[in-house]
């Protein structure tokens, strides 16, 4: 088993990764001065006292090691990765790699994370003492990170890391989207032993066997007709034939006659599809499709047997005979991902010598009949589309538009026939699965000239683009890995949907929360370059629109104040520019994107909000830019109005008055007659009196109890005679 290292003092906001509130209360407590002198009161431990938010004091203690590794904790780094070797001529005389915090205690009360805001006060303290306070950032290649520079917390970058070094273990030292060892682990289970070998089951015993299930199937099935409409749904039972289709299956997995086997298997392959398509509107076929899809990835696992144990004649047959069942017109429509599963089987093939020309034939096969071709049609589309319109614009003969329409019939080909049906959606598929299974076809063959010509031939696939970024930060290459994915994204028409894209993936899947941007952003902290992490996390803030952003504020001004040396009132200056860019946005937004509200438990959601924008407001206090951003929430927040009113508090009385019912502050109505529907008076009823309620509880978080008091009995003298309305505001009078 091997036990995790613990967290280096130079990186220990890996500690608060998960609470990232906590880690920004922790930076307050100690740049307000609240973290005591830290003494070591024994070899390697040290104390301190913490100044809690009631005065109350809570002791500290912060056990330390020095890494029996010493300097050689620090790896060499390759190419553009920033360096991170020891400089002779620096004085400091400790390694930030070498020291390591063993344990952390407090004796404050919060359990509810294991470590809290006081510990990493004094871990803030500790470092500063131990490592020294950091200077200013390179953007060189070669950044020494022992300059006075405390390296950057790689929280991001780790993990991606980690991610890459047990893919390539898995793909044999590549980095491969559709093949891994497993697959081949998996196929090892089917063999059988070869006194324990059932003979195969003859092809037309096997048509005969399927033959007869489906025609049970439908005699059986249940029409089920609307009695509001003419519409119908049928329902059978799938048992019989799924288990008819399991035995075959399982029959052809097992054998060694691997060319007939594959028959088999494209028999029961094209059996379930034709039934899956004749049974459309049968609400009961999700059993048909999870038995194609386990069906498409135990042949897929099946054919390592092949490439493994066949001759190079027998596995060409094979493989050809699963390629010719993916290639199926209907196949491809309608099951394109199975369709590609199956097409993905000959990268088993491109590991032997003898048999990699089978792999090459069916991968060069898909990439003719999804990329080449498709893409020819869609130019020839647009072409055709254009030459429509002007014909149109200059009214032609109708002699002259049969002459076109008999070209367009004559430019039909073979290809044409299986392409022209597919939908752009199932088309997709098909062209990002067969870019995959291409970059792991040259891959898995060490043919770099093949994948390069890949690459340069589709650059603007997000798959191959995103694995040529891997390679690049898997190989040290940060610097290249960012330009790359910092120019695929200045050549996209949309950044956002750019960024959703690569979020869902099959390489880094659940690690590029942000997609691109976190690809950037792990490679400037492997850089240790403030200046290109400072920019990302500006993209976030400016770009935030949803909650979980917000501590993106906060990661911004530590980086700048801790790791870029900026002052308190040059960060406050940077985070006015920050938020005239916030407010130039939000704009931005008003003008060009339509206004999206949903409601959520307790959170209100608008596509034109910006949570980090706010939470930029109200922890720099600017004032002007609370009372102007306001002016798109219908319900701000207490925190913006007490922003609102450092500089502008009637503006921030006014908007709490605004939210009151009609009527509460206008013209009272008589003390012992009151007429209901006169205007200006408010609706009598105990929901109305407890809004009131609400509102001032509002007003006296913001102006406190006593100006609340004066409010509460100017409203119960406008109506005197109100009883249920001076018990609900009984708490403030």
């Known amino acids: 088993m091997v036990v995790p290292q613990k967290p280096m003092l ?10 990232p509130l906590i880690l920004e209360r922790a930076t307050d407590y100690w740049e307000s001065g609240r973290v005591s002198s830290v003494q070591e009161i024994a070899p390697q431990l040290y104390h301190a006292q913490v100044s809690g938010s009631a005065d109350d004091c809570y002791d ?9 590794r010493g300097e050689n904790a620090n790896e060499a780094n390759t190419d553009d990765q920033a360096t991170t070797s020891s400089n002779s001529d620096h004085e400091s005389t400790t390694d930030d790699n070498s020291i390591r915090i063993q344990s952390a205690a407090c004796t404050c009360p919060y359990q509810r994370t294991p470590y809290c805001k006081h510990i990493g006060a004094v871990l ?4 500063k003492q131990l490592i020294g306070a950091h200077g200013n950032h390179h953007n060189d290649d070669t950044a020494n990170a022992h300059d006075g520079v405390i390296a950057l917390p790689r929280t991001v970058l780790d993990p991606i890391q980690q991610h890459l070094d047990a893919r390539a273990e898995q793909g044999k030292g590549h980095l491969l989207f559709l093949w891994s060892t497993q697959l081949r682990e998996a196929a090892k289970t089917f063999c059988a032993q070869p006194d324990e070998e059932r003979p195969l089951i003859p092809l037309i015993d096997a048509q005969t066997m399927l033959s007869d299930t489906i ?19 049928k329902s059978c039972d799938y048992t019989e034939f799924i288990k008819t289709v399991q035995a075959i299956a399982g029959n052809a997995l097992q054998s060694s006659d691997y060319a007939s086997a ?27 499709l999870t038995l194609m899809d386990d069906l498409a990835m135990r042949v897929r696992c099946y054919m390592e047997n092949v490439a493994e144990f066949a001759d190079s004649s027998t596995a060409g047959k094979a493989l050809n005979t699963i390629a010719q069942a993916a290639n ?13 599963l199956l097409i993905s089987s000959a990268l088993a093939f491109a590991q032997y010598d003898d048999k990699r020309i089978w792999a090459y034939d069916v991968i060069e096969n ?4 999804n990329l080449e071709y498709s893409f020819n049609e869609e130019s020839e589309e647009s072409e055709e589309s254009e030459e429509s319109e002007e014909s149109e614009e200059s009214e032609e003969s109708e002699e002259s538009e049969e002459s076109e329409e008999d070209e367009d019939n004559e430019d039909t080909s073979e290809v044409d026939d299986e392409t022209d049906f597919i939908s752009d959606e199932s088309l997709h598929v098909l062209q990002l699965f067969t870019l995959m299974s291409a970059y792991d076809l040259y891959a898995l063959s060490n043919d770099d000239a093949g994948r390069e010509q890949l690459l340069k031939d589709y650059p603007e696939s997000m798959a191959l683009t995103l694995m040529n970024a891997a390679n690049m930060i898997h190989e040290g290459r940060l610097r290249s890995a960012y330009m790359l994915a910092q120019g695929f994204l200045l050549s996209s028409r949309d950044m956002e949907d750019v960024d959703i894209d690569a979020r869902h993936n099959g390489l880094l899947p659940d690690l590029l929360p942000h997609g691109w941007h976190t690809i950037m952003e792990c490679c400037a902290e492997g850089l240790n370059d403030v200046g290109l992490l400072a920019n990302v996390y500006r993209y976030y803030i400016l770009s935030c629109n949803d909650r979980s952003d917000t501590h993106y504020v906060s990661k911004l001004r530590n980086l700048l104040r801790i790791y870029g040396g900026l002052s308190a009132e040059e960060w406050h200056d940077v985070a006015d520019g920050l938020a005239r860019d916030c407010a130039r946005n939000i704009i931005d937004r008003i003008k060009y994107q339509p206004e999206i509200t949903t409601k959520g438990g307790t959170q209100r959601h608008s596509s034109w909000r910006n949570p980090a924008y706010e939470k930029l407001i109200v922890d720099e206090r600017l004032s002007d830019a609370a009372l102007t951003y306001c002016a798109i929430v219908d319900y701000p927040p207490l925190p913006l109005l007490r922003t609102i009113a450092i500089e502008h508090p009637e503006s921030a009385k006014s908007i709490i008055l605004d939210a009151m019912p009609y009527g509460t502050m206008g013209t009272p109505a008589f003390r012992f007659t009151v007429e209901r529907g006169v205007d200006n008076t408010l609706t009598a009823r105990r929901a109305t009196y407890q809004q009131i309620a609400k509102q001032l509880r509002r007003f006296a978080a913001v102006f406190g109890d006593e100006e609340t008091r004066v409010l509460a009995h100017e409203i119960v003298e406008r109506y005197p005679n109100r009883t249920a309305l001076r018990e609900e505001l009984a708490f403030a009078l």
């Open 366 to 369: 898909a990439i003719t009949r």
């Open 60 to 68: 500290v203690d912060i056990r330390l090691s020095k890494d029996a």
């Open 262 to 288: 594959c028959g088999n298997l494209r028999l029961c392959i094209h059996e379930v599809h034709a039934l899956l398509l004749s049974s459309e509107n049968d609400d009961g076929s999700e059993p048909l």
């Open 328 to 340: 199926d017109k209907d196949m491809r429509q309608c099951e394109p991902l199975n369709s590609m």
């Open 10 to 19: 130079a990186q220990f906001e890996v500690m608060f990764e998960g609470t």
């Open 124 to 127: 803030y303290e500790l470092r």
């Open 215 to 233: 025609r049970r199937c439908h005699e059986r099935f249940i029409i089920h007709i609307s009695k509001h409409s003419d519409a119908y749904n």
